[in-house]
């Protein structure tokens, strides 16, 4: 199972590498990005990779004309897996120097499980002991490249953005990378299951605002998904030279971070709301087949009845389409937004989450217990209905 996961993303993975502008060049893969910078006294490299990864990135090192030995410093963004695993190994084949944000030296060096190596199937063994370790505002030179070190932590506490000049000989540009922008360690769930500070959410917007304090104009992804790094180098590839150059893509990128991190907060409060909700009320009424027209008048009447929690049932016979049941909960969540709480019963499959969650509803109720649906329920934040609450429901037909 271990080996499929990290082979579909090896196999489904290649990037052509390619140069980014001047002397940056991207030689990563789909997992985690990685980068070279061409220092003219040797490669600075930032974020090795994963172990199962590494053999691609030397290859595409070699691909771009530059050799693996040349590489002198690796700076590591943060001490997750995807991004650090590979150090111990790289640093033994190039002798280059390793530097990594303090704070995540306890993820690099075995102290703490938390590197989330799980996530990709596997171990994290490779511990190491970084050279230096990073803090606020160190400077790393070599060459004629010097990076500015900017502590930004909440992905973790090390996490370190990058920030540097690229000169072609002519003109300068400013080249930045957020070390770590991901939210999926910012979730309750998250902090909760790993025992982490909620101070973490504070944490990560102070230092997002910190980060887009630096112009930068040169924006370099630490995951592909950032800077659309893949349709950029194929751009550049087609003779298009200033393809990373976009001076506003930064800032715009850092405000939507805060703006997803907020909407995750506020989907997270709502769910709680649904959950008080059914502890408080203990009773859940059930609407099964009626038509829209009479929907209204008869859930105004349940609502003057002190009902505050209903659901709409999906047809599991098919022969009510779940669009049209989606309809209703859509017309029922709109009608009674604050007032009562909506939901969906007899769920059964993963669309019928997506359809109850685009309708407005904020509840779930299965009748059976399958993973996938509980899955998908829990990643888009709906309030679940576990039958341990044990409310009563009744049900009415029309
Ligand atoms: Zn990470």
Redesign the pocket.
Known sequence: MATEIINKQLYDGFIEPGRVFRNIYFVGTRPASTHIIDTQNGLILIDPGMPETLGIVLDNIKELGFSPKDIKIILIS?G?Y??AGATLKLSKLTGAKTYIGKADLKMVNGEENTS?AELFGVQYTDFFTPDVLLEDGDKVTLGNTTVLCLSTPG??DG?MSFFFSATDGENTYTAGMHG?V?T??LTADFLKKKGLSFSNREKYVEGINRAKKQKVEIFLGNHIGNNNTEEKLKRVARGEKNAFYSPYEWQEFLDGRIKHLNLIIAEENAMQTTIDTVIKEKIIVIVRGMSNNKILPFAEAAYKGGIRLLECTYDATGNTPDEEIASTIKILAEHFEGRMVIGAGTVLTEKQVELTKNAGGKFIISPDTNPAVIAKTKKIRLGIHSRSLNPHRSSCRS
Do not use: E
Request: net charge negative; charged share 10%.
């Open positions: 943060h997750h995807d991004h989330l992905h973790t996490t770590g991901g999926n360690t």
